[in-house]
C-alpha cells in the first residue's frame, strides 16, 4: 500500500490539490510552496526521483513527508488517508484498515476555534488585502498543539465540519476537506453563486464589493469541483472566479460541461494576475504608490 502511494507523481498530486509549476528545467519543477505563502517560486520537484524540497523551510522528502507537512499530522494512517482522497490509487482506499489501531492522539490536538482577533493574523490578511471587518466577520481562529508546540491560524470552515487553516507560514487543513458553502440569505434565495478556489479569493471579492447579493461557494481545492455540483442546481447565474491557471481552467470546463452557458469565467477581471486576491494586492500597491507620490 505504501508503495503504492509513494509512486503517485507528485506532480500529479499537486496539481489535484490545485497546484501547478511556475517553470520547468530539465526534469525539475518549480512551485509557488503549497506550504506557505510566497511570490518566488521556491518549492522543487525533481521528475525522476519523484521528491521534493521546499527551500523557504529547508524540507524535503517523498509525497507522505509532502502529505505529513500539508496535513500537520505525524498519524501515518491518517496522512495516507488524506492523500487517497485526493488522488485516489487501485488498493489504496482500504489503506487505513491495514494498520493496527494506534493509541496515539493525531497530533494535532487542543484544537479550539475562537473568534478572530488576533493581531498577527488580522494583520496577515490585510497584507492580503483583506478590511479588518471583512476578515472578523467571516473568518475565526483557531488554536492548536503539534508534537507539544502550540500554534494559532486564520480558520475558515467547510460544510462537513472541517476548517481551512492560513498564517504567514503555514497552508492546511483540519478534518475532512470538502467545500464551504455561503448563502447570501438576505432577501431569499439568490438566482446567482459565485465560485471560488479559496477562501482567500472569496475575502477578497468582499473587499472589492463584486458579489454583493450573490450566494458563494470555495471549493478549498479544485479537487472539490464535483462536490460543487449538486449544490449548483436551480442557479441561473454562476460566476467562476478561479485562477488563472490549468487547474482553474479544467474545473471552469467541467462546470461549463454540466451546466452550460450559465457559468461565466470571470476570470478576465485579474486576467494578468493568477488570482483574484493577486488582483486585489496589486491595486492596493498602485493605490499605495500613488497617495505617497501625491503627499
Known sequence: MIKEIKSIPLASFLSRLGHEPAARKGTRLWY?????????????????????????????????????????????????????????VPSVPT?????????????????????????????????RGITAHIAKANCKEAHY??????????????????????NRYFKGCRGRKDISYLPWARDGPSAECAVFEGFIDY????????IS??????????????????????????????????AGQNALSELTAIYGS?????????????DLNDFLVNQNFIKNKISNENK
Open 32 to 88: 509557488k510552496s503549497p506550504l506557505r505563502q510566497e511570490h518566488t517560486p521556491s518549492f522543487k520537484v525533481e521528475t525522476t526521483l519523484n521528491c521534493w524540497y521546499d527551500f523557504g523551510l529547508g524540507k524535503g522528502g517523498n509525497i507522505i513527508d509532502l502529505a505529513a507537512e500539508l496535513y500537520q499530522s505525524t498519524d501515518l494512517r491518517h496522512i495516507l488517508r488524506c492523500i487517497a482522497d485526493s488522488y485516489p
Open 95 to 127: 489503506v487505513s484498515s491495514s494498520f493496527a489501531p494506534r493509541h496515539s492522539a493525531p497530533s494535532m490536538v487542543r484544537f479550539e476555534v475562537v473568534p478572530l482577533k488576533h493581531r498577527a493574523l488580522v494583520a496577515y490578511l490585510q497584507e
Open 145 to 166: 498543539s503539534v508534537n507539544y508546540k502550540s500554534y494559532f491560524a486564520v480558520a475558515f470552515e467547510n460544510v462537513s465540519g472541517g476548517w481551512e487553516l492560513r
Open 203 to 210: 475575502l477578497s471579492a468582499l473587499t472589492l464589493s463584486i
Open 213 to 246: 447579493g450573490a450566494d458563494a461557494i470555495i471549493l478549498n481545492s479544485v479537487v472539490n469541483v464535483n462536490k460543487a455540483v449538486p449544490f449548483l442546481r436551480g442557479y441561473r447565474t454562476i460566476n467562476c472566479y478561479l485562477d488563472n491557471d490549468t
Open 262 to 274: 450559465i457559468v461565466i469565467d470571470r476570470s478576465t477581471l485579474y486576467s494578468e494576475f493568477n
